[in-house]
């Protein structure tokens, strides 16, 4: 048995080379595979609908993609769209689909797979404790339900079920990864630990390359082993490679959880195959005992102004451990002062971030008696309106701006403001509201397939 | 005196989903890494005292096959949130390069 499974890149709309995939449609897969999303660009795609990527560069990567399974008539499969793999992100990938299919004038059977979990539902098995918290986990109830767009995570089996349906391309809402690359192996009988194992690896495309970029990769999937090639014959995977691809953006590198159960790398032999390509056995799949669908939630925290600066001067930057606090407490009545009971302390924040002074690793910084040449200042105002941020902002800038020196006598400018006016509005800002698993009666009961004929 | 960063061709620090922070240590070559294997200069007390954790939190990982150390644990602040300064959590493993390391 051989079952090859093409990773054409690591996310739709980064990008590979078009030779790249003209080598894979030559080595015929079995099913073109990409996940189109991620939660590591944070919560702002689940919880705004939009994408973090640019249609332009989705619609590029696309319409290659499209028109490499029509040359094969294989499936195509592309999860977690949109990013978020909200059912917004799903319209947005179907939106442009649509479009490239009437320019190429292609034809196919196109499954939607949507994961957005309704509110009832949820709240339904949240009474029936069938909402498990993972470590850690915010905290969780109804009231985060209901101000939360929160989805489920898909398995291979809500795939499985287009492809029952006769879908040739599959665009699905948030879904694991790997379970778009198992989808097919699993239902043509391959080994589960070695299709899991392959899905794990191929699941970021070529990032597990020995230089690492954003292009594809072939799975090979046999009877005892697989094999990882890289589809440009300039780029390498080595034993070493593809071995430490495990550790990327897992906790543990052994034992990798799935909705249906857990792939276990630990006793994994890798073997070069070649001075390019690898092969790997022994690798297990055990299975669970109940079966979880992650959830994922973003909620609105407020709306947000942002004023960037710099300051040159070290007595000023020196100074402003102990002027800040006592800045803070002038704005807050000054803030009282015009908005009196419209807004109270609790409802904003103003928070400085001193770069050069600890602002990437707070209280964890270890070089904290150093002094830097200079300090870059951005202040975040985070309000319940975009109208009361602009309108601290604007009090904090200015204010900011002529704070006063221990030791200067007279009126002097404070920060160096790049920018005029130095506000800048940022929208809405979200946080990552749930880290659960569902526990559904079945695995398809949490996502709703749609088909139509393109 | 060797640091940990002078055996290592990478170290990063990366999200492993929005609420946990988790750093790969990469050696350069088999003799290096048998060599921290061997002297075991990062522990989980010593990641719980940098990074304020509990031991018991903490994940602690050798992978023989990648020449590499994997450690884990909640993120401090958690991704996204208004105190989080590293969305990607990438800029956090300064701390472990000067890690001392005997012969």
């Known amino acids: ?454 | 005196m060797t640091t940990i960063a002078q055996l290592c061709s990478l170290i990063r620090s990366k999200n492993a989903g929005p609420f946990v922070l988790t750093f790969d240590l990469m050696f350069t070559d088999q003799a290096s890494y048998d060599r921290v294997r061997r002297t075991k200069p990062i522990t989980k007390a010593l990641l719980a005292d940098l990074y304020k954790q509990q031991e018991d939190d903490i994940t602690l990982v050798y992978h023989d096959q990648a020449l590499a150390i994997k450690a884990s644990f909640p993120r401090p602040v958690f991704q996204g949130e208004p105190r989080d300064s590293d969305c990607y959590g990438g800029q956090q493993y300064v701390p472990l390069m000067s890690i001392k390391v005997s012969d």
């Open chain 1, 1 to 454: 048995m051989e079952i090859r499974v093409l990773a054409p890149t690591g996310v739709i709309g980064a990008g590979f080379k078009a030779s790249s995939l003209k080598r894979g449609i030559d080595l015929k897969p079995h099913v073109i595979a990409c996940d189109a999303g991620s939660t590591d660009s944070g919560p702002a795609a689940l919880g705004s609908g939009k994408a973090k990527l640019s249609r332009d560069a989705c619609k590029r990567d696309l319409r290659l993609l499209l028109l490499a399974r029509q040359a094969l008539d294989v499936p195509l499969i592309i999860g977690s769209c949109g990013t978020s793999g909200s059912d917004r992100g799903v319209d947005w990938m179907v939106d442009i689909a649509l479009e490239i299919a009437d320019e190429e004038s292609i034809n196919f059977n196109l499954a939607m797979i949507y994961a957005d979990q309704p509110a009832d539902y949820l709240k339904e098995a949240f009474k029936k404790d069938k909402i498990k918290p993972l470590q850690p986990a915010p905290h969780f109830d109804e009231g985060v339900i209901d101000t939360s767009n929160i989805v489920g995570m898909m398995g291979t089996e809500p795939l499985s079920e287009a492809l029952d349906a006769g879908a040739d391309v599959i665009l699905a809402g948030r879904a694991s990864d790997s379970a778009l690359y198992a989808v097919v192996p699993e239902r043509m009988g391959a080994d589960r630990g070695l299709i899991w194992h392959a899905a794990k690896t191929i699941e970021c495309g070529a990032a597990c390359c020995v230089t690492p970029a954003a292009d594809g990769l072939m799975a090979y999937i046999r009877d005892d082993h697989f094999e990882i090639e890289p589809l440009d014959l300039e780029a390498r995977v080595t034993p070493l490679s593809v071995a430490a691809h495990t550790l990327y953006e897992n906790s543990n590198p052994f034992l990798l959880t799935e909705p249906s159960g857990v792939v276990d790398t630990e006793h994994a032999i890798y073997t070069a195959t070649s001075d390019r390509s690898v092969k790997v056995s022994g690798s297990a799949f055990h299975p669970a005992d109940i079966y979880t669908v992650k959830l994922e939630g973003s909620q609105l925290v407020g709306y947000q102004t942002v004023v960037v600066g710099g300051i040159r001067d070290p007595k000023v930057f020196m100074a402003l451990d102990k002027i800040l606090p006592l800045a803070k407490v002038y704005f807050h009545e000054r803030i009282s002062e015009l908005f009196g009971n419209k807004l109270s302390i609790d409802e904003y924040d103003i928070n400085y971030r001193l770069y050069g002074r600890g602002a990437v690793m707070g209280e964890l910084e270890i070089n904290t008696d150093t002094i830097p040449t200079e300090v870059g200042v951005l202040i975040t105002i985070t309000a319940p309106t975009q109208e009361f941020a602009t309108k601290i902002a604007k009090l904090v800038s200015h204010v900011s701006a002529h704070l006063p020196i221990p030791g200067y006598d007279g009126l002097i400018s404070t920060i160096a403001y790049p920018f005029s006016p130095p506000e800048i509005d940022r929208g809405p800002t979200y946080r990552f509201s749930v880290n659960h698993v569902m526990q559904p009666d079945t695995p398809l009961e949490m996502f709703r397939n749609k088909y139509i004929e393109v």
